[in-house]
Each structure stands twice: as structure tokens, then as C-alpha cells.
């Protein structure tokens, strides 16, 4: 009864290097979703991805921030040259269909010194 | 820009007690409505979704949609301290899968 699956948990980087977030979607699910919530903010969409698609990035950091979901192994969230203000929890969601349910992972927890 | 409102709170209710979250939206558009409760330094845990008018109900929860007046409400009846987290609603628009989250209520239940 695997879920949503995020690793790391929590992730520690310094000014200018580059974080890497994994999700592996619930089993049966093939549609990929990754959340941003930055301290006492509200949960923000970044980007919906299918197998080696990327539907929307419409929330995605025009610079930076690159996502990929590829046709073997699990989603990455990728943060180039990281400042400060990434610092955020990055949640991961799956759903059997775009419109279903969204479930989530338990998130990475980024803070960048 | 589409919206969520909450009452960030936080609220504090009586053990046993009902507690009432309100969430308004402005897209008149919206579709479907959730409630999710995340629990500190956790990740959103879905409690209930609803998409018609009127009330649903599931054992201690009962969420409320009134599109007419663009409002979502999550009922908790028997409140218990493991209640006690952050609520937050989250909205979809007409054909559209991103979920757009208002702030979130805190709930604090007191024993």
C-alpha cells in the first residue's frame, strides 16, 4: 500500500547549488503534481507532468526551477543555483487522471543556507 | 486572480464540541472542493471533497457547498484533541486540475 513517495525528506544546501527533489507516484497513478509552500504561505502549484510530458509549468520560476517525469523512475523537481528563498516545503501529489483526486507525498523539506 | 479565503485562526474549540471552517473562493467557476488537514511539519491529508450543492457527509465530517454564494464549509462534530492541526480548502477550476489552496485555519481542540 505504497503512496506518494518524496525523498529526501529534508535537504540542506548553501547559496548557489543545486537541489534535487525525487517523487515516485502511487501505484496506478501516472499523473504528477508538485506544490510549493513557502513559511505561513498557502500551498502554490508549480507544474503538472505526465510519462515524459510536461502539461503546465505555468507555476514554475521562469529561471532555475526544471521538472521531468521520465518514461522510467520517479519525477525530479530540479533547483538550479538555489538562494535563500527557495527555502520552502515541496510537495508532490498523484492522481489516476488529471481531474481525480490529488494525494499527496510528505514533502521535501528544503532550507538553503 | 482566483482566490481561496480561510479564517486563519485559530480556532479553539471544547473537546466534543462542533467546530465550523468557512473557505470562500472567487472563481465562479470553481468545480470541485476539498478540505485536506495537515498536521505540523506534515504533508496535506485529504479529509473530504465535494462537488454539488448541499451537505456530504462522512462520520465525523460533513462538508457544505453553496456555489450560489461561492462558499465551502467542513463541520468536525465531537471535536478531539487530535483534531488539532491546520484545515485547508482547496479548489479546482472548470477543467483544470490545479489545486488552489487558501491559507489555512488552524484548530486547536482543548481537552
Known amino acids: 500500500n505504497a503512496g506518494v513517495m518524496q525523498n529526501p525528506r529534508h535537504l540542506v544546501r548553501r547559496r548557489g547549488q543545486e537541489a534535487r527533489l525525487r517523487c515516485s507516484p502511487m501505484?496506478?497513478?501516472?499523473?504528477v503534481y508538485w506544490y510549493r509552500q513557502l513559511p505561513e504561505e498557502g500551498l502554490k502549484f508549480m507544474v503538472y507532468?505526465?510519462?515524459?510530458?510536461?502539461?503546465?509549468e505555468s507555476g514554475m520560476p521562469k529561471e532555475r526551477f526544471s521538472a521531468e517525469f521520465p518514461k522510467e523512475g520517479p519525477s525530479i523537481l530540479r533547483i538550479q543555483q538555489v538562494v535563500r528563498g527557495d527555502s520552502a516545503a515541496y510537495f508532490c501529489?498523484?492522481?489516476?487522471?488529471?481531474?481525480?483526486?490529488?494525494?499527496f507525498g510528505p514533502g521535501t523539506r528544503l532550507l538553503v543556507l | 486572480q482566483k482566490e481561496v479565503e480561510q479564517n486563519s485562526g485559530p480556532l479553539s474549540v471544547p473537546e466534543g464540541a462542533i467546530a465550523s471552517l468557512n473557505c470562500t473562493y472567487s472563481?465562479?467557476?470553481?468545480?470541485?472542493f476539498f478540505w485536506y488537514r495537515q498536521y505540523s511539519g506534515k504533508s496535506p491529508e485529504l479529509i473530504m471533497f465535494?462537488?454539488?450543492?448541499g451537505d456530504k457527509e462522512d462520520g465525523r465530517f460533513t462538508a457544505q457547498l453553496n456555489k450560489a454564494s461561492q462558499y465551502v464549509s467542513l463541520l468536525i462534530r465531537d471535536s478531539q484533541p487530535s483534531d488539532s492541526a491546520t484545515y485547508l480548502c482547496?479548489?479546482?477550476?472548470?477543467?483544470?486540475?490545479?489545486?488552489?489552496f487558501g491559507k489555512g485555519t488552524k484548530l486547536s481542540v482543548i481537552p
Open positions: 465535494i462537488y454539488s450543492n
Open positions: 482547496a479548489v479546482t477550476g472548470a477543467g483544470s486540475y490545479q489545486l488552489t
Open positions: 501505484k496506478g497513478h501516472s499523473h
Open positions: 507532468l505526465q510519462k515524459e510530458n510536461i502539461i503546465d
Open positions: 501529489a498523484s492522481s489516476p487522471s488529471p481531474f481525480e483526486t490529488q494525494y
Open positions: 472563481d465562479r467557476g470553481s468545480q470541485s
